[in-house]
């Protein structure tokens, strides 16, 4: 696009000098490296931007101003993810890069452009107790992958992990298993044999070259399928053996990488590595933290359903406390917001919704970390304000490793071994670590132990170093 085409099609200008000032943009945009074919768009976002705003000088534009606008941008669900990161990209780039607006400075631009662009599927995890088993196998399998008998032995195993309170990953897990178990057969449920299943624990360890730990949970979804639904007892023959056990070792980072890691990062996503580091919980386990469960009297914050169905205690980091407790302020307007025009609800687990009607529109149940967007849900119609979507976070602290020059696989996950290692060197506890990383067994933690930097006994010195 020319720039004598952008002034014709401009709805407003930008301001004093608009040819001078659409040339400046045009070229902090090449500068930036955004590919030629996508300038006309950011130039039409900016176009609306400019238009929400008639007559005013941009630098004067204030903070809750431009929150309210981007919050009206993520409200458009028809728009996809991309769209709205562009869109956010656009205004980014005239506000902060070419005006200097001072507002705009202190503005969570990742948020809006990543975190909160993603919207969560029924399918996810937290919402997939809301779709019934048959609804949930329609959308995994294929109706010409099973026949109807294999489809129900399916959903009545299905019904069956629900009535146990088994988690939705087991469910899914397990429901996975069972559906590439009976295809490799090709028999009916009740047709199957151990020998049937011995034959295909052995396909994917010698064909698919699985790990020992995925072969033991294709194991555990086919005892369980055998039991509960076929039940008989799923007996593998004496000379059956699984693969061998092996050991791996968690990926643990240093102090000072932990430290370049969180600097690589920025805004909330900056915040929620921090906790993630400061606290040991799971990636899932903040992503659906609530309001509530954080406790800045007591320092500490309740995780609950955390793996096992179990609640636990973590410490509250006083590093975090001052940016948590901005976040949360930050999330309280944002809340406000969403009531003015009209009751926004937030998912609750099992039948808490029956039984605590006006819970869902109570600032208390609201998640800590809320997407920008706001769902519908096609079946009852309300407006929803789920939490981000993890894979954001997840893509996050991959680009920041990268930035930061850690030669080391990391991941969320990462970050809770880094946590638990870091505890045991200061000298804690063995027992302590475990209640605080929510294990059932001690021997899960004791793993740590193997890559201690000082474990319990002074450090072993290298021959070569004598």
């Known amino acids: 696009m020319t720039n004598r085409t952008i002034q014709k099609s401009s709805v407003a200008t930008l301001p004093a000098e608009p040819y001078s000032n659409w040339q400046?943009?045009?070229?902090?945009?090449?500068?930036?490296q955004v590919p030629a074919r996508y300038r006309r768009w950011y130039v039409r976002h900016v176009e609306g931007f400019l238009a929400a705003f008639p007559g005013r000088r941009l630098k004067e534009i204030s903070r809750d101003e431009l929150?309210?606008?981007?919050?009206?941008?993520?409200?458009?669900?028809?728009?996809?993810?991309?769209?709205?990161?562009?869109?956010?990209?656009?205004?980014?780039?005239?506000?902060?890069?070419?005006?200097?607006?001072?507002?705009?400075?202190?503005v969570d631009w990742g948020y809006w452009a990543e975190l909160g662009a993603k919207e969560i599927p029924l399918a996810h995890p937290t919402l997939a107790r809301?779709?019934?088993?048959?609804?949930?196998?329609?959308?995994?399998?294929?109706?010409?992958?099973?026949?109807?008998?294999?489809r129900e032995a399916v959903i009545e195993m299905l019904r069956i992990l629900r009535t146990r309170h088994y988690s939705i990953r087991t469910e899914s897990a397990y429901r996975d298993w069972v559906v590439r178990f009976l295809a490799f057969s090709g028999c009916t449920p009740e047709a199957v044999t151990s020998e049937a299943v011995a034959a295909f624990l052995s396909h994917l360890a010698v064909e698919r070259r699985v790990s020992r730990s995925t072969q033991r949970q294709a194991l555990n979804a086919l005892s369980f399928f055998f039991r509960h639904v076929l039940k008989r007892e799923l007996e593998l023959a004496d000379d059956f053996r699984p693969a061998r056990t092996g050991r791996r070792l968690p990926v643990v980072l240093s102090r000072e990488e932990v430290a370049r890691l969180l600097e690589a990062l920025e805004g909330s996503a900056q915040l929620m590595a921090g906790l993630l580091y400061g606290t040991g919980m799971r990636l899932m386990e903040l992503i659906r933290l609530r309001v509530q469960d954080v406790d800045f009297d007591r320092q500490m914050i309740v995780v609950r359903d955390g793996k096992g169905c179990k609640d636990r205690v973590v410490p509250l980091p006083q590093r975090y406390q001052e940016a948590l407790r901005r976040h949360l302020a930050e999330r309280r307007r944002q809340f406000e917001r969403d009531q003015i025009d009209g009751p926004v609800s937030v998912y609750l687990p099992e039948a808490l919704a029956r039984k605590y009607p006006n819970a869902a529109t109570d600032w208390r149940w609201q998640y800590v970390f809320a997407s920008a967007r706001l769902s519908l849900d096609p079946r009852s119609g309300q407006r929803r304000r789920h939490h981000i979507h993890e894979n954001t976070l997840q893509k996050a602290?991959?680009?920041?490793?990268?930035?930061?020059?850690?030669?080391?696989r990391v991941n969320c996950h990462a970050l809770r071994h880094s946590f638990a290692t870091h505890l045991?060197?200061?000298?804690?506890?063995?027992?302590?670590?475990?209640?605080?990383?929510g294990h059932a067994d001690v021997s899960t933690t004791m793993i740590y132990t193997h890559v201690l930097n000082k474990p319990g006994l002074p450090p072993v010195i290298s021959p070569a170093d004598f």
Request: proline share 8%; glycine share 2%.
């Open 67 to 106: 929150l309210d606008y981007l919050a009206r941008l993520a409200q458009d669900s028809r728009q996809p993810a991309w769209q709205l990161r562009q869109k956010v990209d656009a205004i980014r780039l005239l506000l902060v890069d070419l005006v200097g607006n001072p507002a705009a400075m202190t």
């Open 24 to 32: 400046r943009y045009l070229d902090l945009l090449e500068r930036r």
């Open 424 to 437: 045991l060197e200061a000298g804690y506890d063995i027992r302590t670590v475990q209640e605080l990383m």
């Open 130 to 150: 809301e779709l019934p088993p048959e609804a949930v196998l329609r959308k995994a399998v294929q109706p010409e992958d099973l026949p109807p008998q294999a």
């Open 397 to 408: 602290i991959h680009k920041a490793a990268q930035k930061a020059a850690i030669p080391k």
